[in-house]
């Protein structure tokens, strides 16, 4: 649910107006009005440095180890820490550029072996010329050995290396390539490597103890940084009236806590206005939910916070979202393993804030284990099929390929029905009943026929019955073509509902087959699981290695399985929810988060 805010309009005396803020953000649930999309220049900058800082907590993360503990300073300069830091990455990158620059020179001086340039800068002066060529092995004369000052330094699978000596402007023609003589010994050159390897080994021991002591003084700075951004923003967003002399501040609190902000006015002498929100004001969000939506909430985040005005959808898409889960991945084996993993790294692993989403692959991995057990499937073994005495008894109710068809469209024509329910309770909600007629005439004529047929086939109504249907159908035909918009004309009201007809008839049939994607990602799950088994099966035969690949390909291929399955059985759901339930329950969303004006603590 969407927590219920109040609007406040705060009216202070300009020389009143920074003890003000600082005692507003010391109260900490007022969402200030962001006026100005354009941020001033200072801003800008804190708000790159706050982003820069993050990344480095983020990169020292990487170099903690947990034998290293160190007393964090309590009053150090994190500032000086940053930039200490940022100057350590910078000699890493020129270090790193450094190396691959030695190695391209390695790689070239390496088939000369190891000499002195300068030996060979006094031959020059004495007056003979020395080159370095290349030269395929297949071209290469033995005779020119004899007949030349050749010396053959090198020779490497398919090429020649070697140097020639002239003497004053003797003229030499060879079907070689000369090349550039090295411009350092090898020696040189590997002892520069091992030394900038030398100086990265102790910058990453640096990193490891500034890890081990700077990250809590690091994030404190950062959450420093944040307040000021904070601040200067809720600065930028006040008005001048009265030539400066009064500021003007409007902001949002949760109505449960209204008081806090009344009470803190009322004490101070700040003159405040207080109202419900406006429909069209773009009022933040703030989500309140029972500990089994909760869950979901990230999952809703990744379309759009609601809008002020609309539903919350989180708690009537999670129960959805989780069968789906279970029916496209549906291996009871994978669910079983799946709760057994995120039930032990909860327990013994998972930090505090990674917890929830453990507890969310749990539930799916629930909904994955029973539709793995309504299809018959584990690890990939079809338990319909196969030779097991004690499901004999059971067999007949699992449900085979044409059931698992029927029950995905089952599911989808549900949640369709279910999300146009909620769809008229939005209209009510947002603007009265008389606008949500024509869709109530449309459930009663869906959900009427779908009674009367179920009263047919399971024979309560004599066949040929009609004056229940006529009735449906009359009813819905005034709802659809009569009241669908009250403000207009009759004839504007039937051509609009001949409108309404066609897209809702061609809409919710296309919504419908979408759904069948659930039938068609367990069907794959369950084939992939098949073929790995009858793979391993085959390998199981090979003479002394096969039980260990046996059961190295299995574990594999299951492991395997289970993550692009997982994946897919994460998409589609979500794409089910967010195209074909959002639709037919008339969410637009669009709404921005609660976040409100407070000091920000550090770690």
Known sequence: ????????????????????????????????????????ENTAERLALQKQIAETIKLLKKYKKPELTEEAPQNGDGMKIYEHINDLQAEVESLNQQIATLKKEIEYTEPWGDFDPQIIEKLHKAGLAISFHT??????????????????????????YFIL????????????????????????????????????????????????????????????????????LVVSNTLSEAEGKLKVLEGFAPTEVKEAVEKYCEENGIFYIE???DPN?????????????????????????????????TPFFAPFFMMFFGFCLGDAGYGLFIFIAATLFKKFKAKPSFKP????????????????????????????EAQIPILENIKSYFFDSNKMLILSLLLGAIQIIFGMCIKVANIIHQVGFRNALSLVGWLILIIGLLIRQGLLSAGVLPKGETILLYSILGIACILIFFLNDLKTNVFIRIGKGLWDVYGMVTGIFGDLLSYIRLFALGISSSILGIVINSVAMSILGIPYIGPLLFVVFLIVGHLGNIAISSLGAFVHPMRLTFVEFYKNAGFSGGGKQYKPFAEKHGA
């Open 281 to 313: 004001e773009k009022v933040p969000i703030l989500l309140r939910n029972n500990s089994f939506a909760k869950l979901f909430e990230p999952i809703g985040r990744l379309y759009s916070f609601p809008k002020y005005a609309e539903l919350d959808l």
């Open 1 to 40: 649910m969407i927590v219920p805010m109040t609007k406040f309009i705060f009216l202070v005396y300009h020389e009143d107006y920074e003890p003000f803020l600082k005692g507003l953000r010391s109260v900490g649930v007022v969402d200030i009005v962001k006026r100005k999309k354009e941020l001033d």
């Open 357 to 384: 989403y453990l507890t969310l692959a749990q539930y799916l991995s629930l909904a994955t284990f029973i539709f793995g057990a309504i299809s018959g499937t584990f690890f990939g073994i079809n338990l319909i």
């Open 135 to 160: 030269i395929p092995s297949r071209k290469f004369d033995p005779q020119w050995l004899s007949k030349y000052n050749i010396g053959v330094v090198n020779e490497l699978p398919g090429v020649i």
């Open 275 to 277: 109202s419900e929100p």
């Open 165 to 232: 000596v002239k003497e004053g402007q003797e003229e030499i023609d060879l079907p070689s390539e000369e090349v550039k003589a090295p411009a350092r010994p090898l020696r040189e050159l590997l002892k520069k490597q091992e030394a900038i390897q030398t100086r990265l080994i102790q910058i990453e021991e640096e990193f490891a103890h500034l890890a081990a002591s700077s990250i809590p003084l690091l994030q404190k700075t950062l959450h420093q940084i944040a307040s000021e951004v904070d601040y200067h």
